[in-house]
C-alpha cells in the first residue's frame, strides 16, 4: 500500500533518514517497521513562521517494496528520417531537437556559437579583459542563454506543456534528482555544461546533426513556404521546416525578417538594473536569524511593487550568485546573474526591473523596442568608460540622487563605476526604481540600504520583438514551415518555458 502525507521537518533534520521514517510512522500512525520505503514528492522552505521548517509532501511504501522511478527516453536512430532544420542550440533548440527525435526526425541544429567547452575561453577574455566575442558570450553558444545561468528550473508557465518531462530529461542527461521535488529547483553554472554536452551527444548518437559556427544569414522562401536557410553567408541547407530559436537577443534575426518583410511586431519588455546585497543581509532577513543555520540554502526573495501604473518586480534572483557581464555586442552593457549549484558566493543579487509599455517608445516601427533597448545599453557602455566597466550606486545614494563616494565590493568581474544611475535610465524608469526599493525595504527588513548596489542595465528581460506564429499549427501567418519558437519569438521567458515550447514546436512539424 502506498500513502502520500505531507509532513514538518527542522532544517536539521531533514537530512536525516530516521528522524523523517520516526515522523512518517508518528503521521501514519503505523508502526515504523512497516514503512519500507519512501519517497519525497515536493520540499520546500517555510520561513514564514518565527522557527523555518521544511515542508515535505512523501509518499510512505508501507508493506511494500519501494522501487525507485528510472526517467529515460530511448531515442531510435533517425539519420535516414526527413531532416528539420533547428536554428539555435539553446534549451529551445536543443529540447526541440530531441523531441524531433522521438517523433521520428532528423534534427539538425545550427548554432553560431561555439560548444559549452570553447565558449569558456570566450568568457573568460569577457570578465578578466572586457573583450566580447559577439559569436560566443554568455548569450551565444551550445547550450545557449541557459548554460552560463543560474539554471533556475521553475516556471510560471505550467499550462504550456509537460514540466516533468523537462525536468526528467534533464536529470536523464545527469543532473541531480532533487530537481524533480524541490519547490524552487536549479542546478547551477557548474554544472549545466556537463548536462549540455550530454543532451548533445544524445542528439548525435541518434543520428542528428549538432553544427557549431554555423550563423544562420538568411532564411530562404518560395511562394510563401520555408525552403531552408543560408549559412555562414554562404552554404545552403535545404529543408521545408525550419525552427528559429535564437534567443532575445539576435538583433541580426529580427532585422532580416523585417527586411525580408515577414512581419515582426514591437513587444513590451521590462528594464532596470542589477541589484546586489551581501548574501547574509538577506539570509538573516529571510530567516530570522543572525548566522544562517548549515543546514539551509543561501536566502532567496521575490518582491514587487506598483508604482502609479507601472509594475516593479525582482527577477531571476540568485542567492550565493554573480552578476555576469551579458553584452552580445562590444559597446554595450548588459548584466544579468548565475550561481553555482552550491551558491556559495558572498553575495545575492537580482535583477529589479520597470515594465516598459509600447506607448512609451512612440512610433510605428517594429523594431522600436529593440532599438530603445540598444541605446540604453550602448549609453551604460560609455557611463561605464569601456572595457565593459558597468556603472554602479549604493541603493540609497540612489534614491537620494546622491553620487556615491566609493561602491562596495561586489562580485562584476569586469569592474564597476560609480556614476548617477539616473543618466543611463529613461526618466520613468529611474523614478520607479526610486520609489520602489524603499517600499521593498518596508516588506524586506535590511533589503534598503546602502550596503548594496546598484549596476546598470538590466535589459534582456525577455524579447522586445515578438515574432507571430499562429495558436494552432505553431508558424508563421506569412511563411508555412517557419516556426518562431521560445523566448526570441515572444513565447517563453526562462530555461524551462522555453524548453517546453521547443517540445511544442517540434511536436507541430509534419512528418
Ligand atoms: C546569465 C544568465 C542567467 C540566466 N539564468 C536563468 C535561470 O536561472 N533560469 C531561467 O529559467 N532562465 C535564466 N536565464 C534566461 C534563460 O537562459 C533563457 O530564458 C533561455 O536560455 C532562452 O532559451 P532559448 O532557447 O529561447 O534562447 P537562447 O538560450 O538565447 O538560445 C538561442 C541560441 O540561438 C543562437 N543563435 C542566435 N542567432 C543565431 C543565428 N543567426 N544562427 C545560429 N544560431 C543563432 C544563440 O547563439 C543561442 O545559443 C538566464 C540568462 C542569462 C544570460
Redesign the pocket.
Known amino acids: 500500500m502506498q500513502k502520500d502525507i505531507e509532513i514538518k521537518l527542522a532544517p536539521r533534520e531533514v537530512v536525516q533518514d530516521e528522524v523523517l521514517k520516526k515522523t512518517l510512522s508518528a503521521a501514519l500512525e503505523i508502526e515504523q517497521t512497516r514503512i519500507k520505503g519512501y519517497k519525497i514528492l515536493k520540499r520546500s522552505i517555510d520561513a514564514r513562521g518565527r522557527n523555518v521548517i521544511y515542508r515535505l509532501q512523501v509518499r510512505a511504501f508501507i508493506d511494500e517494496n519501494f522501487v525507485p522511478d528510472v526517467y529515460r527516453i530511448e531515442y531510435a536512430n533517425v539519420k535516414d528520417r526527413k531532416p528539420v532544420l533547428i536554428?539555435?542550440?539553446?534549451?529551445?533548440?536543443?529540447?526541440a531537437a530531441l523531441q524531433c527525435i522521438e517523433n521520428g526526425l532528423k534534427p539538425i541544429v545550427?548554432?553560431?556559437?561555439k560548444d559549452v567547452k570553447q565558449r569558456r575561453r570566450d568568457l573568460a577574455a569577457i570578465n578578466k579583459q572586457g573583450l566580447v566575442n559577439t559569436?560566443?558570450n554568455?548569450?551565444?553558444?551550445?547550450?545557449?542563454?541557459?548554460?552560463?545561468?543560474?539554471?533556475?528550473?521553475?516556471?510560471r508557465s505550467n499550462k504550456r506543456g509537460d514540466i516533468n518531462k523537462v525536468l526528467e530529461t534533464f536529470v536523464q542527461h545527469g543532473a541531480d534528482e532533487d530537481i524533480l521535488i524541490d519547490a524552487r529547483p536549479?542546478i547551477g553554472?557548474n554544472k549545466l555544461p556537463h548536462i549540455i554536452t550530454a543532451i548533445r551527444e544524445t542528439i548525435l548518437n541518434a543520428g542528428g546533426e549538432v553544427r557549431f559556427d554555423?550563423?544562420?544569414?538568411d532564411i530562404l522562401i518560395e511562394f510563401g513556404k520555408v525552403k531552408g536557410?543560408v549559412?555562414n553567408e554562404e552554404e545552403q541547407l535545404l529543408s521545408d521546416s525550419v525552427i528559429l530559436?535564437?534567443?532575445?537577443?539576435?538583433r541580426?534575426?529580427y532585422e532580416?525578417l523585417d527586411r525580408k518583410k515577414i512581419l515582426v511586431e514591437a513587444k513590451p519588455f521590462a528594464l532596470g538594473v542589477r541589484i546586489e546585497h551581501p548574501q547574509s543581509i538577506i539570509d538573516a532577513s529571510q530567516y530570522h536569524c543572525d548566522i544562517r543555520s548549515e543546514f539551509l540554502p543561501p536566502a532567496y526573495y521575490s518582491l514587487v511593487a506598483q508604482v502609479g501604473s507601472r509594475g516593479v518586480f525582482s527577477f531571476?534572483m540568485?542567492p550565493g550568485g554573480i552578476i555576469?557581464p551579458?553584452a552580445t555586442y562590444e559597446n554595450e552593457i548588459?548584466v544579468?546573474?548565475?550561481?553555482p549549484s552550491k551558491r556559495n558566493n558572498p553575495f545575492a543579487n537580482s535583477g529589479t526591473v520597470v515594465q516598459i509599455t509600447l506607448d512609451d517608445v512612440k512610433g510605428e516601427d517594429p523594431l522600436r523596442m529593440m532599438r530603445f533597448q540598444a541605446e540604453i545599453e550602448q549609453q551604460a557602455f560609455k557611463l561605464g568608460g569601456g572595457n565593459l566597466v558597468a556603472p554602479g550606486q549604493r541603493m540609497v545614494d540612489f534614491v537620494q540622487g546622491k553620487l556615491s563616494s566609493d561602491l562596495p565590493k561586489n562580485s562584476y568581474l569586469p569592474g564597476t563605476k560609480s556614476v548617477m544611475l539616473k543618466d543611463t535610465l529613461p526618466d520613468f524608469v529611474a523614478l520607479s526604481l526610486k520609489n520602489a526599493l524603499p517600499e521593498f525595504g518596508k516588506k524586506m527588513k535590511g533589503y534598503y540600504t546602502n550596503e548594496a548596489i546598484l549596476v546598470g542595465v538590466e535589459s534582456?528581460t525577455?524579447s522586445p520583438v515578438r515574432i507571430p506564429r499562429d495558436k494552432e499549427t505553431f508558424q508563421h501567418p506569412q511563411v508555412t514551415g517557419l516556426f518562431p519558437?521560445?523566448?526570441?519569438?515572444g513565447y517563453?521567458?526562462?530555461?524551462?518555458?522555453?524548453?517546453i515550447?521547443?517540445i511544442n514546436c517540434a511536436n507541430a512539424v509534419q512528418m
Open positions: 536554428v539555435g542550440a539553446g534549451p529551445a533548440g536543443l529540447f545550427l548554432e553560431r556559437g559569436e560566443s554568455y548569450c551565444y553558444g551550445e547550450g545557449g542563454a541557459g548554460t552560463y545561468s543560474d539554471g533556475k528550473l521553475y516556471t536549479h553554472t554555423q550563423k544562420v544569414t536557410v549559412v530559436a535564437t534567443g532575445h537577443s539576435a541580426d534575426i532580416l531571476c540568485c555576469a551579458c548588459v544579468n546573474g548565475w550561481s534582456r525577455s519558437c521560445a523566448e526570441g519569438a517563453a521567458g526562462g530555461i524551462v518555458s522555453a524548453a515550447d521547443g
